[in-house]
């Protein structure tokens, strides 16, 4: 089938890769002309394990093509995927203007009956106003129908999860639309899940705001497990052994970040706001993560007076591991509070480097070209990505430190290794090693 994505970020990138793999015909329409040109280069502009292999090998078969002409991109296609941004406006709800702005293009542009799919995470109702929206702006006398079909990929395992995702959700309320989406995905062999529109994108906010949900919830543990004297690694496994639970999203550390949890959750509660709905859990679980993504701070503070003048380590940027997204990520939130306490830092991430020298610019902040590097020297080291690079070290590093201190927001280490290593150690909700 002849596709058109809208957007080739993170989504709409791995998205137009993947479906030009199973055999469609794709073109990737992105307003940054820079990008675009990377792109018809075989030059993924996002780190995404698997993306550029893939991006290559489409794009010498022909079936992948990257413009950002909006209107020669429409040429002919059936079907057109929005993956646009819709990023947070000041008062926690989704700016859907890129969305709108895209929807009136195809309006104006589109010459035969067209498909719009809504690939970007838009609050319950944008799909139906789009719909309208398009109605009133069509040149041309033909159908165009929405469907919404939210994502659930994750940064970092984004390819693997685009062929083998859980469920592919659905929301038509059209039979024809629902066919052709069926014919889409008819290769990829995941459940599709058909719904209406607005539980669709409903599904898409409750999903995240669950996820949410269960990392807060299994930090507040860990804050209670330190105060008590449990281990909250022990707790998390003895949770997840009942089915009812499961094992995934207990793991303690230093918080969510990314381009998606902490937007999505803050939307949902606006979302709810809009209906007179106060969402009270969803309200604590955003608090919780806020407090939390700042707690080795304030670990690192009792431990010294003041941390003016003092040499800090960072090690990991990006907001997870295989990922060079840092988008709110909690690196941000750490090193902002401690430039503001006057320390000296100094960074290192094995992938998020790049991005991380032209967001993160303040004359306090250096940054390393190794782990190694960024530890010798300092007075304490902040572990804030669990990257494998970061897990796999050989912890002897560490005691070589100016003072050998080390604050792990992903608990990244057995307390064993640590205590065999020898160096002071503080973790979320396990025991500190002293
Ligand atoms: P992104 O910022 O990485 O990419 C958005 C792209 O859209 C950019 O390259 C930008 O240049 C382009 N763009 C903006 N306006 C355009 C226009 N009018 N025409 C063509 N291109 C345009 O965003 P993303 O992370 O891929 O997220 C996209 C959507 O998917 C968001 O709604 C997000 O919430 C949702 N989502 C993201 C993830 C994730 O992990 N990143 C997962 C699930 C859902």
């Known amino acids: 089938m002849k596709i058109a994505v809208v957007g080739a970020g993170y989504v709409g990138l791995v998205t137009g890769v993947c479906l030009a793999d199973m055999g469609h015909y794709v073109t990737c329409i992105d307003i940054n002309e820079n990008k675009v040109e990377r792109m018809k280069n075989g030059v993924s502009p996002i780190y995404e394990p698997g993306l550029t292999e893939l991006l290559k090998k489409n794009l010498e078969v022909g079936r992948l093509v990257f413009t950002s002409d909006h209107r020669k991109g429409f040429k002919e296609v059936e079907v057109i995927f929005i993956a646009v941004g819709t990023p947070q406006n000041d008062d926690g709800s989704a700016d859907i203007s890129y969305v709108e702005d895209v929807a009136k293009t195809i309006a104006f542009c589109a010459e035969s009956d067209t498909i719009i799919v809504t690939k970007s995470t838009v609050p319950v109702g944008t799909n139906d106003r789009l719909q309208a929206l398009i109605n009133l702006h069509k040149a041309n006398d033909i159908t165009i129908e929405i469907v919404s079909n939210p994502e659930f990929l994750r940064e970092g395992s984004a390819v693997n999860d685009t062929f083998y995702a859980d469920r592919i959700v659905i929301g038509s309320n059209s039979e024809k639309a629902t066919k052709k989406m069926k014919e889409i995905y008819q290769d990829f062999n995941i459940p599709i899940y058909l719904t209406d529109i607005r539980s669709a994108e409903m599904i898409k906010y409750a999903s995240n705001a669950f996820l949410a949900t269960k990392i807060s919830f299994i930090n507040e543990i860990a804050n209670i497990c330190e105060r008590v004297g449990a281990d909250v690694e022990k707790v998390a496994v003895g949770m997840g052994l009942d089915q009812r639970i499961g094992t995934s999203f207990l793991k303690a550390g230093i918080g969510y970040g990314g381009s998606c949890f902490p937007k999505d959750t803050k939307a949902l509660i606006q979302i709810a706001g809009n209906v007179a709905y106060d969402f009270e859990l969803l309200k604590g679980v955003v608090n919780v993560n806020s407090k939390q993504q700042t707690i080795l701070v304030d670990k690192l503070k009792k431990k010294f007076h003041s941390l003016h003048g003092k040499r800090l380590a960072i090690l990991g940027l990006a907001f997870k591991p295989n990922t060079d997204d840092l988008r709110e990520a ?38 390393a070209a190794s782990v190694e590097d960024a530890v010798k020297d300092s007075e304490a080291a902040l572990i804030l990505t669990e990257w494998d690079e970061i897990k796999s070290i050989d912890l002897k590093v560490f005691t070589h430190m100016k003072t050998p201190f080390v604050l792990d927001g992903r608990n990244c280490y057995s307390l064993e290794q640590v205590k065999a290593a020898g160096f002071e150690y503080h973790s979320i909700g396990r025991s500190a090693v002293n």
Request: proline share 5%.
């Open 330 to 367: 909690a690196s941000l939130m750490v090193i902002d509070e401690l430039v503001k306490e006057g320390a000296e830092v100094i960074c290192y991430d094995p992938i998020a480097m790049e991005n991380a020298k032209q967001t993160i610019i303040h004359p306090q902040i250096r940054f």
